[in-house]
């Protein structure tokens, strides 16, 4: 009896204090040829392991609140031996209050990544030095990752993590691996992360919380005064846009890469008030998805 007590006691809590990151990993190296695949197979497995089994915070994460990814690596190139060069698609969900949909926070595609791989080398990470390129790519995202998803509950929240994805950059600078330092290109690590702690984007984070927290998480039970709620929080980007902090407004195509759809789906049943403020809005912020947002439009007329 006391055997299994002790058994369920730990089992308890494990669930309690369980890993942020439900991480689900894919590498992709077709395009490389002549190199023994089960390698890659190998490296898929430790980037798993190591996104799902590191403890990124201090926090009390039941089963059912890890936050749930994806990360799909393309490798395009061998550079040199054990070296590649590639892409990496980062996407994260966040479930909603009430519902059984997920709303998806991050759909970005880091277009420059680069590091050397041994196969069955240790996934060492250490957040006070630049201890590998590999680690040092992915735990720059686990941190981002979750300071998004900590920015939809508290305003603010995900300060910790992006500060943290900060001083990975930092380390980074005298990395030979490219996407950490400001001069290569405006949509890199760098940038993703400056914008990210910038007060001139802080309209935009206030937006990630209140749309999210105050807006969709009550639309279950007030539907009214949620969607009412994200109507007058998309003034903050319209605020952000035309302020305009940077000229790729990095920031807020992030947000759109991963939310135009969503965004036009929730006035589909709006008052033709909304639809029509929201439209006017989304068209003059992000003009790219106007096809998008013409199912807004349709709606009201």
Known sequence: MKITLLILSLVINLNLYSQELKCLVQVNAQQIQGTNKQKFENLQKAIYEFMNNTKWTNGIFAIDEKIECTIQINLTEETATDRYKG????????????????????????????????????????????????????????????????DTFSENGGNEFFTKSEKIVQNAQNSRSSGWKAFENKRNRYWLTE???????????????????????????????GR?????????????????????????????????????????????????????????INPTNTNKYSKIKSATE
Request: proline share 3%; hydrophobic share 35%.
């Open 87 to 150: 892409t990496m698609q980062i996407q994260s969900n966040r479930p909603v209050y009430g519902t059984s949909y997920n709303s998806v926070l991050i759909n970005y595609r880091d277009a420059d990544i680069e590091f050397a791989y041994t196969e069955f080398q240790p996934m060492d990470f250490n957040e006070n030095t630049y201890t590998s390129e590999i680690t040092s790519l992915l735990a720059y995202y686990a941190y981002t990752i979750i300071g998004f998803d900590y």
């Open 195 to 225: 914008n990210l702690l910038n007060s001139k984007y802080q309209s935009t984070r206030t937006f990630m919380y209140q749309y999210h927290r105050l807006g969709i998480d009550l639309m279950a039970t007030k539907l009214v005064e």
């Open 228 to 284: 009412q709620t994200i109507t007058e929080s998309f003034k903050l980007l319209q605020k952000v846009y035309r302020d305009k902090p940077d000229a790729q407004m990095a920031y807020l195509s992030i947000i759109f890469d991963a939310k135009a759809d969503e965004f036009a789906n929730l006035y589909t049943e709006a008052t033709p008030d909304e639809k029509n403020i929201v439209y006017k809005i989304l068209i003059e």
